[in-house]
C-alpha cells in the first residue's frame, strides 16, 4: 500500500477575516461576530479578544465581560459564504480530490504527489495561492490522516503549516491535551480529568475495553484517535440532505401565540430557500428544546413537496404532537428532508389561484429584495393598537 | 351435496370472485366462498365485509346444498386444470369436500357455512339501467383517476351522480380530475354516490355482453346486477369535492395533437426525467410543442420537438409526465385538444371528437414554474 497523504486547510478566524478585509480598521482590534441579543453567541473572534479568554461559542455577555473594549458585529453570513465559495474554487483548481467539510474548513487528498513536487512544498504554494488571491489567512496540517491533519492545522495556527510526517504521528499527538480531540467536548473531557486522563499519552495506553465500557462506541473510537488511527476517506462533494432553521427565544416562553409566529416564519424562509433551489421535500422535522435543555423531535413523511401551506400544516401539526411537556420551551426548530429536485404539484382543491399568484408574487419580490422583504403578517407579532 | 361442472366455466367466475377475497381478513371466514347449490344452479358468493359478490353458474345438479372452502385454494387448483368436467361432491354430514378431474382426486376441507356473514339486501325505492359498454367505459377511463390517500376517503373511489336526464361519473386524485357524463338517459329519481375502486374493478372485470347492468341503490349500499353475477358493496361515506367549481371555464390557449406521436414523445422524455418526480416542462407557441426534461442529479437532459396546432399566447408550462401519459392513454381518439389559462391553472384535455350519447373531460393540474 501506498501512503495516504492527508492535507487538512482551515481558514483562520474565518468571519473576522473577512470583516478585517472588508474595512481595514478593524485589523488589531479584539472583534467578536455573533448575536447581539441576551442569548446570542460567539461565531467567531479575532486573536487579539482570544487573548482576553474569549472563545467561540461562548455567550456574547460574557465574552464582553471578559473584553469589554471588544466590538461586536452581527456578521453578514452571505458574505462569508461568497469568501468561501471564492475559495474554494481556488483549492478545487489545484487539488485532485477535496472535501469541504464545512464553511471555512477542506480536506485534500493528494497522495501520491511526491513523486513528482513533494507533498509539502505542493501543500504550501497551494496554502500561498489561497491567501494571495482571496486575502485571507489560512493555516494547513499535512499527514497521513484526516485526523492528525486536522490536529495539525491546530498546532499551526495562526496563519502556520505543519507537516506531521509518517511514523511520528504518534508522538506528535502524544503531549497534547485530550481536549485537542475532534469529538471530545466539555462533557467527554471532563469525565475523562475525572478518570486522570488529560493528555493523549495517557489515553492512548488505557485498554480499549475500558473505554468502551465507559463511553460505548464513542469510547472505542476516542482510543483509534489516541492511537492516530483513522481510516476515513476524504469525500469529495456532498449533496445537500437536508435543510433546517432553530429559533432560540430571548427568554424560554410558553406563549403559543409567539411560538406560532415564529414557525410561521421559519416555515416561510425555509420553504423559499426550498423553492429557490428548486427542491421538494418529503420528510419534515420539527424540534423543542424544553427550558431544562431536554430535546425532543418527531418527523413525518410527506408527498414531495415545497408549498408553504402544506409544509405549514404538517409542521404545526407535529408541532402540536411534540409539544406534550407544560414546561417554557427555549428553542424550536424545523427541517425538511430527503430533499430531490423539481417544482411543486399544484392541488385542485387545496390550492387556489390566487394563493398560487401571492406565492409566486412573493417569491419574485425575494428573489430581488432579499429573503426578509416581504413576510405574513401573521408571522409578525407588531404592537396592537386599542 | 353434489354436482359436476367445465372447469373453464367455473375458472371464470372464481377468478372475479378471488378479487374480493380480502389480503388479511378480520374473520377467516372470509377467506371462503360461500357455495349454494339448488337444482342446477350454484350459487357462488364472496365477501370481504365492504364488497360482496354474487354468481351464478349452471352445473349439473345431483344433490343439492351448501358448503364454504377457501377460495384461494380452490382458485389456484382450478387454474392449474386442463379443460375437463370436474365432480365436486361433499357428504352432508362430513366437512370433506372432494373434487374429482380426470387427473386425479383432490380433498380440500371446508369450514362451517353458517359463520359465514349475511349479505345486505338491496334497499332502494328504485333502480336505474346502464348499458354494459356504457358503464365499461366509464369505468375505465375514470378509475385511473382515483386516489391511494387514505386521508381522504371520498377520493378512493369514484363519484356517481345520477341526474334526470344523464349520469355523470368523476374521479380525482386532486392532481388530475376525469368526468364522463353518458347523456342518452332518463330516470325520475335523483341521487349521488361514492363507490369504492375495488368494487368497480371487480365491476369491470365482471361486465360482459351488451345489455343492461341494473343499479339499486340506499343511503349506504350499491348493488349491481349483472346478467349473472351481482355486486354489492358499502358507499364511501364522505363528502365528494366540488369538482365543477375547480373547472376552468376561460382557456383562451388552444392545442390539438396527434395522440399517439404526443404520447411516445412524452414516454421517451420522460425517461430522461427526474425519477421520483417525473417532471416535464412544455413549451408552446405557433411554431409547435417543444417537450423538455433534465434529471439534475445526474445531468440528463432530453428535448423533442413536435409539429401541432396552437392558438394562444406562447406560454411554458410543466406536468408530471405519469399524469399526461396516463390520461391520454386512456383516450381513443387521434387528435386531443389541450386547453390552457395560465401556467399554474388547470389545463383540460379533451378527445377531439366523440359520441352522441357521451362527454369526456379530463383536468390535470399542472407543476410550479420556477420564473
Known sequence: MYDRAIVHMDLDSFFVSVECLKNSQLLGKPLLIGGMSSRGVVASCSYEARRFGVHSAMPVKMALRLCPQAIVMRGDMDEYSKYSTLVTDIIGEDAPVFEKSSIDEFYLDISGMDRFFGCFKWTQELRQKVIKESGLPISFGLSVNKLVSKIGTGEAKPNGEKQITKGTERNFLAPLSTRKIPGVGPQTYKKLSFMGIRHIYTLRDIPIRLLEREFGDHGKQLWYKANAKDNSPVVPYTEQKSMSKERTFVEDTLDMVFIRQKIIAMVDDLAYELRKSGKLTCQVTVKIRYADFNTYTKQKRIQYTANNKILLGHILHLFEQLYQRRQLIRLVGIKFGSLVYGNFQINLFDDTVEEIDLLKQMDVIRNRFGAKAIQRASSLSLPVKS | ?371
Open chain 2, 1 to 371: 351435496m353434489k354436482f359436476s361442472v367445465s372447469s373453464s366455466d367455473l375458472l371464470k367466475k372464481i377468478q372475479v370472485a378471488t378479487g374480493v377475497l380480502p389480503t388479511n381478513a378480520i374473520m377467516p371466514i372470509l377467506d371462503d366462498f360461500l357455495m349454494e347449490l339448488k337444482g342446477d344452479q350454484l350459487t357462488l358468493i364472496a365477501s370481504d365485509l365492504e364488497t360482496t359478490l354474487r354468481t351464478v353458474i349452471t352445473v349439473n345438479g345431483v344433490e343439492d346444498g351448501t358448503m364454504a372452502v377457501r377460495g384461494k385454494i380452490l382458485n389456484d387448483t382450478i387454474k392449474a386444470l386442463p379443460e375437463q368436467p370436474i365432480e365436486f361432491a361433499k357428504e352432508e354430514n362430513e366437512s370433506i369436500l372432494v373434487i374429482k378431474t380426470s387427473n386425479g382426486e383432490y380433498k380440500l376441507a371446508s369450514d362451517n357455512f353458517e359463520e359465514f356473514p349475511q349479505i345486505p339486501d338491496a334497499v332502494t325505492s328504485e333502480g336505474v339501467e346502464i348499458p354494459v359498454p356504457i358503464l365499461e367505459s366509464a369505468i375505465s377511463r375514470t378509475l385511473f383517476a382515483t386516489s391511494n390517500d387514505e386521508m381522504r376517503q371520498a377520493m378512493m373511489g369514484v363519484y356517481l351522480h345520477i341526474q334526470k336526464d344523464k349520469l355523470i361519473f368523476v374521479a380525482t386524485d386532486a392532481h388530475k380530475l376525469v368526468k364522463y357524463t353518458y347523456l342518452d338517459f332518463n330516470t325520475s329519481q335523483e341521487g349521488s354516490m361514492i363507490i369504492p375502486k375495488k368494487s368497480l374493478n371487480l365491476v369491470r372485470q365482471a361486465l360482459k355482453g351488451s345489455g343492461n347492468v341494473k343499479l339499486n341503490y340506499s343511503n349506504s349500499h350499491v348493488f349491481m346486477e349483472m346478467e349473472d353475477t351481482e355486486i354489492g358493496c358499502r358507499l364511501i361515506d364522505a363528502q365528494f369535492p366540488n369538482y365543477n367549481a375547480v373547472i376552468p371555464t376561460e382557456n383562451p390557449n388552444l392545442l390539438t395533437i396527434d395522440r399517439v406521436s404526443f404520447i411516445q414523445s412524452l414516454k421517451r422524455i420522460s425517461i430522461y426525467a427526474n425519477k421520483t418526480t417525473n417532471q416535464l416542462v412544455l413549451t408552446l407557441d405557433n411554431d409547435g410543442i417543444l417537450i423538455k426534461a433534465q434529471d439534475l442529479d445526474y445531468h440528463n437532459e432530453a428535448e423533442e420537438k413536435l409539429s401541432c396546432q396552437y392558438s394562444g399566447d406562447p406560454m411554458e408550462v410543466a406536468f408530471n409526465s405519469k399524469f399526461l401519459v396516463e390520461m391520454l392513454t386512456v383516450l381513443d381518439t387521434d387528435d386531443v385538444i389541450m386547453e390552457f389559462s395560465t401556467p399554474n391553472r388547470a389545463s383540460l384535455i379533451l378527445p377531439s371528437s366523440s359520441a352522441d350519447d357521451e362527454d369526456l373531460l379530463m383536468l390535470v393540474m399542472p407543476v410550479m414554474v420556477n420564473r
